[in-house]
């Protein structure tokens, strides 16, 4: 409990519950996710705001063979249950899956290792116009020199076919020290090779856009949220009558 409370007090509104399953350790079943009033008394208020934090429920599925692919386009009950659906694609082959036909919201990049593949246009292109979102950690870069250098090596790969596009940067960390404020992670994507307003988007613009996608996925229908656009002084000037605009220039 007292992670998520540190979570927050670094200046997040919202986290994810990861449940992973990976068929290398064991056969293992998708499983209902569990409620977060049954893991927390109360929700601690977000710093700065009188709003609660927000608990979403995320699956991951590492998959290493395209049978484990089957898992994901079942119609299990339980897979709709969840907020986020996540795909760690272990081959190149696994990862055109998961781009073009795969009914997910992320699609995990390896960043321990050397990637066994190169990233290619067509599959992430069509990932982007799905609206598939690429995860990169960033807590394996801040533990060891040599996860550093993978992480931006192959962070850098993926933002050479992307061009910055559909990249959300989270942690996967496990303890508070492993966390980083959103403003250290967006210095962070710097690295990776995004430009300031990409990587400000990975944490922020983005992170909500796959959480809209998910809401969509659950529902099979659609997810419309509008934005309020400032009106540019050109354009209120416009707008004015004449008689109104004599009076102002007088």
């Known amino acids: 409990y007292s992670y998520y409370v540190f979570t927050f007090s670094v200046g997040y509104s919202a986290v994810a519950l990861n449940h992973v399953i990976d068929f290398k350790e064991k056969k293992q079943e998708i499983v209902k996710p569990v409620s977060p009033s049954e893991l927390f008394p109360s929700l601690p208020i977000v710093q700065g705001t009188s709003k609660r934090i927000k608990v979403l429920t995320r699956l991951t599925v590492v998959v290493s063979d395209p049978s484990h692919c089957n898992l994901l386009r079942s119609t299990s009950a339980n897979i709709r249950l969840y907020d986020i659906i996540a795909v760690f694609p272990k081959t190149e082959k696994l990862f055109h899956i998961a781009c073009t036909t795969l009914d997910v919201d992320l699609v995990c990049i390896n960043v321990t290792e050397k990637l066994p593949f190169y990233f290619r246009r067509p599959p992430v292109n069509m990932a982007i116009d799905r609206g598939i979102y690429f995860e990169l950690l960033y807590t394996p870069a801040?533990?060891?020199?040599?996860?550093?250098?993978?992480?931006?090596?192959?962070?850098?790969?993926l933002m050479q076919i992307?061009?910055?596009?559909?990249?959300?940067?989270?942690?996967?960390?496990?303890?508070?020290?492993?966390?980083?404020?959103?403003?250290?992670?967006?210095?962070?994507?710097?690295?990776?090779?995004?430009?300031?307003s990409e990587a400000k988007a990975a944490v922020s613009t983005?992170?909500?856009?796959?959480?809209?996608?998910?809401?969509?996925?659950?529902?099979?229908?659609g997810v419309v949220y509008t934005v309020k656009k400032p009106r540019k002084v050109e354009e209120e000037e416009t707008t004015l009558p004449a008689c109104k605009k004599a009076k102002t220039q007088a």
Do not use: Q, W
């Open 206 to 221: 983005n992170c909500r856009a796959t959480m809209l996608h998910g809401e969509t996925r659950k529902s099979a229908c």
């Open 162 to 196: 992307c061009k910055g596009k559909n990249i959300v940067i989270s942690s996967a960390a496990e303890r508070p020290l492993e966390l980083r404020g959103p403003y250290d992670v967006a210095n962070l994507g710097l690295l990776f090779g995004l430009s300031e």
């Open 142 to 157: 801040i533990k060891d020199s040599t996860m550093r250098r993978y992480t931006i090596s192959n962070a850098v790969s």
